[in-house]
């Protein structure tokens, strides 16, 4: 390493807290149906939390440029112009009902095209990956004491009703006298 090492660079994390929750109250929104808080902010609609954040960046002391499909940087210049520029990115926009993002994190990338692949440019290896599934279901039942009531009367939420077939899995039981089969047509197809 050449030049002088630059200072260590720390964040005060209330305050990055607080500048993080006040911008999820802008777009935010209360949803009756959850009783939660979540935030509306869809691209090209989120005109005030842009703002905010270009506020930030130039109260930070940073060179401000958007360019010509709205995307915002914030360019601060290192102490040795000749090296590579180091880059982090994020976004402000959210899907029509998101919930109020916690933005205090960083998540690395990597490029995710040919050209590091092509030149021969070994950095890392990818041993895992994240997946998200949102389902909403309904799932129907009486509710009855499991002690007195007789087996053959209850109508549980976790069972599938009396006549029906089971429901196999490693969330399930199925009863004795059950198969596992496909749900039947009175079982609510959005189990999972």
Same mark, same amino acid.
């Given at each position: 390493?050449?030049?002088?090492?630059?200072?260590?660079?720390?964040?005060?994390?209330?305050?990055?807290?607080?500048?993080?929750?006040? $911008? %999820? @109250?802008?777009?935010?929104?209360?949803?009756?149906? =959850? &009783?939660?808080? *979540?935030?509306?902010?869809?691209?090209? #609609?989120?005109?005030?939390?842009?703002?905010?954040?270009?506020?930030?960046?130039?109260?930070?002391?940073?060179?401000?440029?958007?360019?010509?499909?709205?995307?915002?940087?914030?360019?601060?210049?290192?102490?040795?112009?000749?090296?590579?520029?180091?880059?982090?990115?994020?976004?402000?926009?959210?899907?029509?009902?998101?919930?109020?993002?916690?933005?205090?994190?960083?998540?690395?990338?990597?490029?995710?095209?040919?050209? $590091? %692949? @092509?030149?021969?440019?070994?950095?890392?290896?990818? =041993? &895992?990956?994240? *997946?998200?599934?949102?389902?909403?279901? #309904?799932?129907?039942?009486?509710?009855?004491?499991?002690?007195?009531?007789?087996?053959?009367?209850?109508?549980?939420?976790?069972?599938?009703?009396?006549?029906?077939?089971?429901?196999?899995?490693?969330?399930?039981?199925?009863?004795?006298?059950?198969?596992?089969?496909?749900?039947?047509?009175?079982?609510?197809?959005?189990?999972?």
């Amino acid at each position: 390493m050449t030049g002088p090492t630059p200072d260590a660079i720390t964040v005060n994390g209330h305050r990055l807290w607080q500048s993080l929750m006040g $911008l %999820a @109250e802008i777009g935010a929104y209360d949803d009756e149906r =959850t &009783g939660l808080r *979540g935030v509306n902010r869809l691209a090209l #609609t989120d005109a005030a939390g842009r703002r905010q954040v270009i506020g930030w960046m130039e109260q930070a002391g940073l060179t401000v440029r958007i360019d010509r499909m709205g995307n915002i940087y914030g360019r601060r210049e290192g102490t040795d112009p000749t090296a590579a520029p180091v880059l982090t990115g994020s976004h402000i926009d959210s899907v029509a009902t998101a919930g109020a993002p916690p933005y205090a994190y960083v998540e690395c990338h990597i490029e995710q095209g040919p050209v $590091l %692949a @092509e030149n021969d440019v070994q950095i890392g290896v990818v =041993t &895992g990956v994240q *997946g998200i599934s949102w389902q909403e279901i #309904t799932i129907h039942g009486r509710a009855a004491h499991a002690g007195t009531t007789p087996t053959r009367l209850r109508a549980d939420a976790a069972s599938p009703p009396p006549g029906s077939a089971s429901i196999c899995g490693p969330w399930s039981t199925p009863a004795p006298t059950a198969s596992c089969a496909p749900p039947s047509a009175t079982w609510p197809s959005t189990r999972t």
